[in-house]
């Protein structure tokens, strides 16, 4: 068989499938339903069928859809994949996953997908997709306030065996100098002891800071929260830098501690400036305060009519992979430099505020999201 006959034959194949897709019953029933629904077949995984629930989630029309394999609409498609060829081998009647789908030009698509096998058309797979991003936050949150909890009380309670034996060690070095009189070189080595201990008492001092309650006297304006960091920040890097300012006007005041919520959009936008050093250096360095208004929003299982929804975002390199799942814990910092402390207390001084601080990022852009509650 030649190379036009076997095309031939591959085409008829295709051909065959598709129609033989197209007279099912089954077509009817999947375009009724709720949820979004799309027919792959398994050996080309191209997308054969889709109902209008899916043209809607993935923002693409059935033409567009019909035209793509699978691979082409994901970046990240390989454990789908993997679970569309078990199902098809084994014929299992239907397994669950919880995915992440990337796409170029969006945000990652957050889903519950279904993968089931079809006994009347062996060479298709169907495949279901519930987007469950509420689900997500939820376990993420109580997942961070369990986290939360432990260190706190983790920390204090390492803070205070620490302190307690540093000020006996600080104490001694300074009788100790005291003895030596004029003798300048040995007091240079208590010199060492006493700031050190010092150093380390500052640090102390940072771990036990976010267990201040905060102190709520009145309404705060965020938009002048934000202006006071922009000012902050632009004095430190006066050059190379942009502070791009997107604010919503309509966002009332919000009851909280002004220094707390300046300390926290402080925290997050410094670290941003510091990984933006290398852009800075070139001249296009960017950093994006933008606010909105989120309504019906579920913080910690309560529900606000009303809440703050402050965007902060950088053009930076994004944060190291191996630890962007703990850049809130206390003492994990992608700085060589860095203490590790300062989103720890954004984190801390957000929960005080019965809100919720997140963080999405990638190469070429890092967002940090925090949600506060609005009193309407």
């Known amino acids: 068989m030649g190379l036009k006959d076997l095309m031939k034959s591959k085409r008829s194949e295709s051909q065959s ?8 019953p089954l077509l009817p029933g999947l375009e009724a339903l709720p949820t979004a629904v799309l027919v792959i077949e398994r050996h080309t995984l191209k997308v054969v069928f889709a109902n209008a629930v899916a043209e809607a989630l993935l923002d693409m ?4 859809l019909s035209q793509m394999s699978w691979p082409d609409l994901f970046n990240n498609s390989d454990e789908l994949i993997e ?33 089931g096998y079809l006994e009347v058309l062996p060479d298709f797979v169907l495949l279901e997709l519930f987007e469950n991003e509420q689900q997500l936050r939820t376990d993420r949150e109580e997942r961070i306030h369990d986290l939360t909890a432990v260190n706190k009380q983790l920390i204090r309670n390492l803070a205070h065996e620490i302190k307690n034996p540093l000020g006996g060690i600080r104490g001694a070095a300074q009788l100790l100098e005291f003895e030596l009189g004029d003798a300048r070189d040995l007091r240079e080595y208590t010199q ?19 267990h201040r309650y905060p102190h709520i006297v009145g309404d705060v304006n965020i938009h002048e929260v934000c202006e006071r960091v922009r000012a902050l920040i632009l004095a430190e890097f006066p050059r190379g830098l942009t502070i791009e300012r997107d604010y919503d006007v309509s966002v009332p005041e919000l ?13 997050i936008v410094r670290n941003a400036a510091e990984a933006l050093k290398e852009r800075i250096a070139s001249g296009d360095a960017r950093i ?3 606010t909105r208004i989120a ?9 606000h009519k009303l809440a703050l929804d402050l965007h902060i975002v ?3 390199p994004g944060i190291p992979e191996n630890i962007r799942d703990r850049i809130f814990y206390p003492l994990v910092s992608g700085r060589e430099d860095g203490s590790g402390l300062g989103l720890t207390l954004a984190q801390t001084f957000v929960h005080q505020h019965e809100g919720l601080i997140e963080c999405e990022s990638r190469p070429g852009r890092t967002e940090f999201q925090i949600l506060l509650p609005l009193t309407p």
């Not at 084994?90 to 279904?114: C, K, M």
């Open 83 to 115: 679970t569309i060829d078990a199902i098809a081998d084994s014929r299992f009647n239907a397994t669950h996953l919880d995915a992440s789908l990337e796409r170029a030009g969006h945000e990652p698509l957050h889903v519950h997908a279904i993968v």
């Open 61 to 64: 029309s059935r033409r567009q």
């Open 314 to 316: 950088d053009n930076g």
């Open 192 to 210: 060492v002891i006493i700031k050190e201990s010092d150093r380390l008492q500052t640090l102390v001092d940072r771990l036990l800071e976010p």
């Open 17 to 24: 499938r598709d129609a033989l897709l197209a007279q099912s």
């Open 295 to 303: 309504r019906n929003v579920t913080i910690s299982k309560q529900r």
């Open 255 to 267: 009851r909280g501690d002004k220094e707390q919520l300046i300390q926290t959009i402080l925290n």
């Open 288 to 290: 994006d305060l933008r």
